[in-house]
């Protein structure tokens, strides 16, 4: 099992440019989601997805977009780079453990994005 | 948003030491979990405590979730280099997990 795939690793992008930045999981997990990492701010979640064709906003979701076509795949796409979106991007898969009420996290490498 | 707060923000222990983090919250978690992250890399489950009270141990790791459920904290026996990195404290109710800030701890040889 490759577990959470994401690419790119790194990328940079000019302010106003949009690009997707890709994620894949092969562990048949149901729920996925977008996390961005800054210093000092911990993880915050962008989108999340509960399963094929079902997405939701997360705590910080302006200025990007997801789609959820298949179990597999949960792209993350920037529609129009600000340098405020300079940060590290991880996808995460999840699945419930014990009683159903605990989801585990399985994160991928992560993208460090910067936006000039 | 449920908030957690993790102190203290920046450890920097000896070879041999102990150390204590912890993960403060005004709410109830029904579970909540610790993460280790190392430089360039995603974060990976360390364990998941999910009873009031509950105490798990991983090798030189100890881990307690408080009687309310809003607290818990990380102990580490003769911590060693390899414990180095930012360990992170994640609860929540459902798959929506809120995130502490980190605690960055350094373990000098």
């Known amino acids: 099992n490759a577990g959470v795939t994401q690419t790119p690793k790194f990328q940079v992008l000019k302010t106003g440019q949009s690009m997707t930045l890709q994620c894949a999981q092969d562990?048949?997990?149901?729920?996925m989601s977008w996390y961005r990492q800054d210093p000092g701010m911990g993880l915050r979640l962008i989108h999340y997805?509960?399963?094929?064709?079902?997405?939701d906003q997360g705590e910080v979701p302006n200025g990007y977009n997801v789609s959820r076509s298949t179990t597999e795949d949960f792209p993350l796409r920037l529609l129009s780079a600000a340098p405020s979106q300079t940060s590290v991007y991880f996808c995460a898969s999840s699945y419930a453990y014990s009683s159903g009420s605990t989801y585990e996290q399985y994160f991928g490498p992560g993208t460090r994005l910067t936006v000039t | 948003t449920q908030l957690l707060e993790q102190s203290p923000q920046f450890l920097s222990i000896q070879e041999g030491e102990n150390l204590t983090v912890y993960c403060n919250s005004s709410s109830v978690f029904s579970s909540l979990q610790w993460y280790r992250q190392e430089p360039g890399e995603g974060p990976v489950l360390l364990v998941t405590?999910?009873?009031?009270?509950e105490v798990k141990k991983l090798k030189r790791l100890t881990f307690q979730f408080g009687d309310a459920r809003k607290d818990s904290s990380l102990h580490i026996t003769a911590a060693q280099p390899g414990d180095t990195g930012l360990y992170l404290c994640a609860g929540g109710d459902d798959y929506k997990l809120s995130f502490g800030a980190g605690t960055t701890v350094t373990v000098r040889a």
């Open positions: 997805s509960v399963g094929a064709g079902i997405t």
């Open positions: 405590v999910v009873t009031g009270g």
């Open positions: 562990m048949n997990h149901e729920y």
